[in-house]
Each structure stands twice: as structure tokens, then as C-alpha cells.
């Protein structure tokens, strides 16, 4: 019971909440809720980027964003996966964490 007790806690301590823009932006790709992992915000907002057709078909580690709500936010025109600083950069930006 203890135990299950803390895995519960444990698997709370690493979620985020991200605020509005960014929510906005995952759950048009499909995220229900309010605090993910990181790993699920990466993984919404790739989703996010290929039903948005953002990338390159021919050069397809560029993603275009501008006039997106994502280039918005990452206040890029482009970016190349190459390359993730100015995603993580936004993320430092529109993530709290859900811990407090
Ligand atoms: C390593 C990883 C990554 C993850 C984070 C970062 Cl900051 C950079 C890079 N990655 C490598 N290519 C992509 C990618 C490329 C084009 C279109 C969509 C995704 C991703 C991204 C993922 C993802 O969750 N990736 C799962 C496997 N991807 C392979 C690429 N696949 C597509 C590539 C284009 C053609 C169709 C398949 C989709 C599944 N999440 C992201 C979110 C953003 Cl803000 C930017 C890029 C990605």
C-alpha cells in the first residue's frame, strides 16, 4: 500500500502544466487534461506538426511554423529538429510545474 503510495506520488512529481498557448496547441493535437510528462508534450507537439503539415515533405527535419500558432510561440519562422534549443527554450517559457 505504502509503496503504491509513493509510485503514485512519484509518477505525479515529473508532470507539467503548460500554460494556455501551449495547452491550446497540444490538445489540437489530441492531449486531453492539463499536466503531461515532457515526454508527452514532445510527442503532442510533433503530432501537432505533422497534422499541421509544418515539415518539409522534401527536407523533412524543417518545420515552417510561421503564421502558426507555434511559430507564434517559438517566435521562429522555421526551425530544423536538428536543432531542438529553441523548443526547449519556448517549453522553459510555457511550462510550470504541476508539483506545487
Ligand atoms: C527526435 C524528435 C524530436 C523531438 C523533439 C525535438 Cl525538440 C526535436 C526532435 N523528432 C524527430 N523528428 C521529428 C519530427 C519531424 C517532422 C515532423 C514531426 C516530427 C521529431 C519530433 C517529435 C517526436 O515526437 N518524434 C517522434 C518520432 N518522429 C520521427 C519523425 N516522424 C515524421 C518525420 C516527417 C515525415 C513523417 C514522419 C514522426 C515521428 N516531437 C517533436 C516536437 C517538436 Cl516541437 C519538433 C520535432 C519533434
Redesign the pocket.
Known amino acids: 500500500a505504502a509503496e503504491n503510495a509513493s509510485r503514485m506520488t512519484l509518477g505525479q512529481v515529473n508532470q507539467v502544466r503548460p500554460k494556455l498557448p501551449l495547452l491550446k496547441i497540444l490538445q489540437a493535437a489530441g492531449a486531453q487534461g492539463e499536466t503531461f510528462t515532457l515526454?508527452e508534450?514532445?510527442?503532442?507537439?510533433?503530432?501537432?506538426?505533422?497534422v499541421r503539415q509544418?515539415?518539409d515533405?522534401r527536407e523533412?527535419?524543417?518545420?515552417y511554423c510561421g503564421g502558426d500558432e507555434?511559430g507564434e510561440l517559438?517566435g521562429l519562422e522555421s526551425?530544423s529538429?536538428?536543432?531542438?534549443?529553441?523548443?526547449?527554450d519556448?517549453?522553459k517559457r510555457n511550462l510550470t510545474s504541476a508539483a506545487m
Not at 41 to 50: A, F, K
Not at 81 to 88: A, I
Open positions: 515526454k508534450v514532445m510527442h503532442y507537439l510533433g503530432q501537432y506538426i505533422m509544418l515539415y515533405k523533412q527535419h524543417m518545420v507555434l517559438l526551425f529538429v536538428k536543432d531542438p534549443s529553441p523548443v526547449y519556448m517549453l
